[in-house]
């Protein structure tokens, strides 16, 4: 009998092995995003409403599971353990024995590939504990078919030797099959596979830890994670690290690292939008409190509640001085397993304003709270565009990180005409300090247009700067006459100048906003 046996075990153990390398030691990062977008609320309101308009007690028990994935080893534990006792009741259910007993592990590994199959799907979802469904439903189907065949064999319908004996249980996997491919892979029927994009897309893993790590106030791992960035990043990478460079004193190195950014690489018709992927902590970090609140509620709206936008929609609520709202969000959030540390020391917030202005939150985003009147009515779902547009059109500075964020945002947006503006005044403001190479690098180059309101004799730049933009031009000039392509040129010149803003000015004007 152990003899027989062998094969499933062996199998199952190197699918154990498998699903551990894929899911929490490859993927621990996408699955805890995944929770994160993900709600679960303990109480009798969060179950009736799940109960009543998701499904049935099957989705608030996949809700309550991947919560677990806050932890991924512990949440991939729970799922790995309900595909090994689904394994072994299929054996048993085909009665399959010897070299035919792997054959049970096939709805395990299909619930598996359906897990690592959402990619930015993720985001989108709108199915509470969609990366459960699948697999307790198989699960549920399973053991009742188990269940079934035992009654069957208790009435005396089924016995041994006769053909319903094989019948009946293949006609309860069908049914099983058939349901679990129908939920458990109802993407399928939406877009093409994402199985790819989760194992394979960097960028994509990039975008999830250092959205983790700026929504924890970790600069410096925002900043590792795109040093760490081997290829060329997202829009959203570039967006995430700009902002840790702001808030750790380093806003005028946005232009020594990757500034550039493309769209995320989606094999499918998915539209993607920084606004639902990280959209309310972007305005949050810049001090737009009333856009990132707008925005994690719409999310809220559109998508369902997620711990991700309960969290931000108390911290704005918080910062509005909306006690009772934050309060109400708070202990939402208090209900919850792995979230309630974070609701308690906000709920002390609450209570105390000295608690609150003295919290790392309020005095990394203070200076970037402002008093000037939006111009715009809404931001398109373009977070970065507007966010770029809203600085850079601000005509004063209530802190010096402010000053810098609207001297920063006029070049990283290229607006020649605004960076001008505000360098005057700069300089006005700060008689006899020193100006930052950025500044002057940016000043010398836009200074030299016939319609800029630079007049150069008035400054004096610094040797290093105005010697290696004369090496610069020097150079541009040589390959243009050479008749290369700009992109060539770019890259011919990168080595040399691929940390100045010139090389940013000339080579990156394909902004693709999304």
Known sequence: MKAKAKPLYVS????????????????????????????????????????????????????????????????????????????LLTAHLFQLKGKWTPIALAPALLLLFNLLDYGYWIYYAKSPGFAFQPTLLTLFIVLASCISKQLLHALHILKPGRPTNIAIPIALCATFTAISFTVGTWK????????????TDKNFHHEMRMYRALDEFQFEDVISEMQACQDEPTRLMVVYKN???????????????????????????????????????????????????????????????????????????????????????LAMLKNSLFHRE?????????????????????????????????RRDHDEGLCEKFILEHFSDLTQAQSPLLEDVIMCTSLWYQDAYAFCVHFHDYVNNHPGQPIPALYQEAAILLGTAESSPITLDRFKFDTPVSTKYNQFVRDYNQLLQSGIDNEEMGRRLKGLYGDTYWWYYYFCTDFNFY
Request: with cysteine.
């Open 12 to 87: 199952l153990l190197a699918f154990i092995a498998l699903a551990y390398l894929l899911l929490p030691a490859m993927n621990g990062d996408y699955l805890y995003t995944i929770q994160d977008n993900n709600v679960f609320i303990n109480g009798h309101t969060f179950m009736k409403d799940i109960i009543s308009h998701y499904g049935g007690f099957g989705t608030w028990a996949a809700c309550y599971l991947t919560q677990f994935f806050y932890h991924p080893w512990l949440g991939s534990t729970i799922i790995i353990a309900c595909w090994i006792v689904t394994t």
């Open 188 to 199: 399928l029927d939406n877009h093409k596979s994402s199985f790819l994009t989760t194992l």
């Open 243 to 329: 902002i840790a460079l702001m808030h750790t004193g380093r806003i005028h190195d946005m232009f020594k690292t990757k500034n550039h950014g493309v769209k995320p690489n989606v094999s499918d018709s998915l539209t993607i939008r920084t606004s639902l992927l990280g959209g309310s902590l972007i305005y949050y970090h810049f001090g737009q409190i009333n856009y990132a609140y707008r925005w994690a509620m719409e999310n809220s709206v559109q998508y369902g509640q997620s711990f991700k936008s309960l969290k931000m929609l108390a911290r704005c609520a918080i910062l509005n001085k909306e006690f009772d709202v934050a309060i109400k969000y």
């Open 342 to 374: 974070w609701a308690k020391a906000r709920e002390a917030w609450v209570a105390s304003s000295t608690l609150l202005i003295q919290s790392k939150e309020f005095q990394t985003l203070s200076p970037l709270f402002n008093e000037d009147i939006d």
